[in-house]
């Protein structure tokens, strides 16, 4: 049954009720204060008549019972309105009647007694009687008189006439009212509705337009926040699903190219077709290329296990870990004609001194590799943040292009894949560092232009010591 539906029926249970109540009570108490004040009348009119037979009441014996009939004759004819009929009569006999309709006793009544009750007379009128007794000559008469409420139970119909048919009417309108505000109330609901069902169909992009300010507008900015989540949420997803088959597809190539090498050159000394100086260069290619699957798979290794590994930092010094590896790293880079140089602050932070190692290691071998062996200068600097540190790493190699920064730290992606396969590369060196930072609570910014050199910015906030 739909919520428009359910509204009118309460909508019209509830008029019922309430109107149901209010009229009854209504027309019920008019009626009994109409009949209270019928019974006040006719208990006047009564008391008037026996007081008249009272006065009377000097004539003792059966023969004063002629001027009592020729009294209550006269009463009868001034009091035409106030009773519709009236009957004394004694335990021998009836003595008077007056009126057309008979009077339904209620029983013999006691002197000085009056009984009053509503009863139906014998043509279905509605009756008023009241009875009572009196001492006459000492002898008991007694008098019953009668008045017609016909009327008043007329009234009581018409008003019940006329109330059903005004609750009839209301009842429709308020059904008409009630089921065309109710549609109005609930046409966000269905709007709201229709939108979910799209969205449940794969339309992420649709949104509830209602812009109402009840709870239902409110409603509706909750639902279209939670589907911008959502739609968010599920881009998050399908870009992690591109990245990972885009890793598989791409780990795939790197093992593919060296495991057919390594096949071809081990095929070919297995043949014994080669001479002692090929079989040499075979053989150190097919160690070549296992140190590089080897490397690959270390990498590899070491990123799961960074993923995996809830960190424990500790105090350390980064001018001391930068200095220490750039005595170890920098009379090999002299090699090869390029500059290492430092300019660090002094302090402590909170680090995981291994992993940062690792990440210095991985960025200054990178900007190794970007000098392409014909020198330059690569300079690292340290400054203290009030959470941890700022490392950068700076060199005057052949720089990045544009297009390629926002890539540099996804798994398996090179620049140049000929030069990097020639350098030994592997493509995960800076998915590492990125991993790293992030366990860190910090960052990885590349800032470069092609032919002038590339700097790049770590923030670690582990902490401060």
């Given at each position: ?32 204060v ?91 009128a ?48 308020c ?33 509830a ?80 290329e ?7 798979s ?10 995996n ?8 010094r ?13 009379p ?28 210095l290691?991985n ?23 009030p ?6 790493i ?19 992606y ?36 092609p032919g ?11 902490g401060?010591?």
């Amino acid at each position: 049954m739909k919520l428009s539906v359910k509204l009118t029926l309460c909508m019209l249970g509830l008029l019922s009720l309430l109107f149901g109540i209010g009229g009854s009570l209504l027309i019920s108490t008019s009626f009994q204060v109409t009949l209270e004040r019928e019974k006040e009348g006719a208990y006047n009119a009564y008391q008037m008549v026996l007081g008249t037979l009272q006065v009377v009441n000097s004539i003792q014996g059966p023969s004063d019972y002629e001027e009592i009939s020729q009294t209550l004759e006269q009463l009868s004819r001034q009091n035409a309105g106030s009773f519709s009929s009236l009957r004394l009569y004694s335990d021998a006999g009836p003595i008077y009647e007056y009126g057309s309709k008979p009077v339904s006793s209620g029983g013999k009544a006691f002197p000085g007694s009056c009984t009053i009750r509503c009863a139906r007379g014998g043509d279905g009128a509605r009756l008023l009687t009241l009875s009572g007794a009196l001492q006459a000559g000492g002898e008991t008469l007694y008098l019953d008189m009668a008045r017609d409420i016909s009327p008043l139970f007329a009234s009581r119909h018409t008003q019940q006439q006329i109330y059903l048919l005004v609750f009839l009417l209301m009842a429709a309108l308020c059904a008409l009212l009630s089921y065309s505000i109710s549609r109005v109330l609930t046409r966000p609901l269905v709007r709201l509705s229709k939108v979910s069902r799209a969205i449940a169909k794969g339309e992420l992009s649709s949104r509830a337009d209602i812009r109402t300010g009840d709870e239902i507008g409110l409603l509706a900015r909750d639902f279209n926040a939670m589907a911008g989540a959502l739609e968010e949420k599920i881009a998050q997803l399908r870009e992690a699903v591109e990245r990972q088959e885009r890793f598989v597809g791409s780990f795939a190539h790197e093992m593919k190219t060296p495991m057919t090498s390594i096949i071809g050159y081990a095929d070919l000394i297995r043949g014994q077709t080669l001479s002692a100086g090929e079989q040499a260069e075979a053989a150190n290619y097919i160690v070549s290329e296992g140190k590089r699957l080897e490397n690959l798979s270390q990498k590899l290794l070491e990123l799961l296990v960074l993923k995996n590994t809830k960190m424990v930092f500790s105090k350390a010094r980064p001018a001391a870990l930068i200095g220490g590896l750039a005595a170890r790293l920098g009379p090999v880079y002299e090699r090869q004609g390029i500059v290492l140089s430092c300019v660090c602050g002094e302090g402590e932070c909170l680090l995981e001194p291994e992993l940062v190692k690792s990440l210095l290691i991985n960025l200054l071998d990178n900007a190794r590799k970007a000098m392409e062996g014909k020198g330059g200068r690569i300079t690292v600097r340290a400054v203290m943040l009030p959470d941890g540190c700022e490392i950068a790493i700076s060199d005057d190699g052949r720089g990045i292009p544009p297009e390629a920064l926002e890539h540099l730290t996804e798994a398996f992606y090179r620049v140049d894949r000929s030069r990097a396969r020639q350098q030994g590369g592997v493509g995960l060196g800076l998915a590492l560092c990125r991993e790293i930072a992030n366990l860190h609570g910090g960052s990885l910014h590349f800032d470069s232009r092609p032919g002038e050199g590339t700097t790049v910015t770590v923030k670690l906030r582990g902490g401060a010591a």
